[in-house]
């Protein structure tokens, strides 16, 4: 890959394909279903980690944006009635009912206004030109937009590939790590936004499901939950088959090193990986459980919840006995096996399920804010394992991936038998509160025994 990534190679197809996702991302209705975003910080990223010229990166991402726009106006003019009662317009006409509401309460600034809102900007310049806006008004906030447009869709992975490059070698694989995070949380966004009932082929989806009689009539499906069922199987079967694959086990050996080489003795991943405690784990879920038992006075709910995260962790445990994996040198020390991790399955399970409670009453901003989060702790955790030198890059992976599938199994559990109806705002309020109480005490008290348990040095006090 970097033998590809020459500076020579970089403007023969970096800057092209910054121009045509740009393009893409601008053009009427594509820019909604391709994550645009999530692939113009890639490929900024990379185009920065090589030192590209910035100026070329940013010329192409406007040279796209514009002519994206130019083309969606010239379809709205002139091809309106032909775009409209195609797909998928013609499957989706509420695109087309948002972008004239936004463009008739903000006008002509809405061509500028539109490009920073996600849903609206692939659309607003196909509305501007069915509704007869001036050539040349639209050109000219179309030029002058585009030049802001640019440097905030480019500038933030440039400046971060730009900084892995700067950075000492050993640190290039965390950089790489952090970029890999970011447009993962990125491609997470997206998706959960794509599968909202809201959105017209989900709910088309949602509806047949409840036609085929799996689901329980007039109950959102909880499509997201779903999808992450079936992608975090798929990922841990696959990490099943292909951990003993030479080119694995290598590259699994190189991480290893690399990552406990630079963190091994670190106070604050001693601290991140309690987290994963099962002391710690117990008591949230214990929390969780008693939440929704209080908010609908049943018990079962709360049983159902404990006994899946009980079965979930058995299944770590069993596995691990199953492979009966090996640790690293450096985590030999302690007595069970290392595939999958159990502080990373634990911690995906357990937050996972606590995540789910909290949202589950919530807005579907609010319920991304919570599972982003969420994502971004159990990839802590799994990465302060491989850090302290107890587990290898693979257990940690396969140890997320299975976690997902208890805590997506209890979201698809939630959504069926309707556990929304007995909880709302107030309960996912105190379980937050609660749960950052508990995991605050909880830390404090134990830390200092968890350094000496990993041989770490406290912090010393500034």
């Not at 969420?374 to 940690?396: E, F, K, M, Y």
């Amino acid at each position: 890959m970097e033998a590809f990534l020459t500076d020579s190679n970089v403007l023969l197809w970096l800057i092209p394909l910054t121009a045509v996702v740009a393009f893409i991302e601008s053009l009427a209705f594509a820019g909604i279903v391709v994550p645009g975003v999530a692939l113009l910080f890639a490929i900024a990223s990379a185009a920065g980690q090589q030192n590209a010229n910035i100026y070329w990166l940013l010329s192409a991402a406007y040279a796209g944006a514009v002519t994206g726009d130019l083309l969606s106006f010239w379809l709205g003019r002139y091809a309106a009635p032909f775009v409209e009662s195609r797909w998928p317009l013609k499957q989706h006409p509420e695109w087309i009912t948002r972008g004239h509401e936004f463009f008739q309460r903000y006008g002509s600034y809405s061509v500028v206004l539109g490009r920073f809102i996600g849903p609206i900007r692939p659309v607003i310049p196909f509305v501007a030109g069915t509704l007869g806006m001036p050539a040349r008004r639209f050109i000219l906030f179309n030029l002058l937009s585009a030049l802001v447009w640019a440097p905030v869709y480019i500038l933030p992975g440039y400046l971060l590939g730009s900084s892995t490059a700067a950075i000492p070698d050993a640190w290039s694989a965390p950089g790489y790590i952090l970029i890999g995070l970011i447009i993962l949380l990125l491609l997470f966004h997206k998706l959960h936004q794509w599968l909202q009932p809201e959105k017209a082929w989900a709910a088309r989806l949602q509806t047949k499901v409840w036609q085929s009689g799996l689901w329980p009539d007039n109950r959102p499906v909880p499509l997201p939950a779903m999808t992450l069922l079936i992608c975090c199987s798929v990922v841990f079967l696959l990490l099943l088959l292909l951990r003993q694959h030479s080119h694995i086990s290598q590259l699994n050996s190189s991480a290893h090193a690399l990552l406990s080489g630079l963190l091994a003795d670190s106070p604050v991943i001693a601290g991140i990986t309690m987290l994963g405690d099962k002391p710690l784990l117990s008591l949230l879920i214990l929390i969780t459980a008693a939440i929704l038992y209080r908010s609908g006075r049943q018990l079962w709910p709360a049983l159902l919840l404990t006994v899946i995260t009980i079965i979930g962790v058995l299944t770590n445990s069993a596995l691990k006995h199953w492979f009966a994996v090996e640790r690293p040198e450096a985590g030999q020390w302690l007595t069970s096996y290392s595939f999958p991790s159990g502080h990373t399955s634990s911690a995906a399970i357990c937050l996972g399920i606590v995540a789910t409670l909290i949202a589950l009453p919530l807005s579907a901003p609010l319920r991304r804010a919570v599972y982003l989060t969420t994502l971004i702790l159990v990839s802590a955790v799994a990465l302060s394992r491989v850090g302290l030198g107890v587990h290898w890059p693979v257990d940690v992976l396969a140890a997320m991936a299975l976690g997902g599938v208890f805590a997506a199994s209890l979201r698809i559990i939630a959504g069926y038998m309707n556990w929304r109806e007995q909880l709302n705002s107030n309960s996912s309020v105190l379980l937050l509160l609660l749960s950052a109480i508990t995991v605050a005490g909880y830390l404090s008290y134990f830390w200092q025994d968890n350094l000496r348990l990993y041989g770490i040095a406290a912090l010393s006090p500034s």
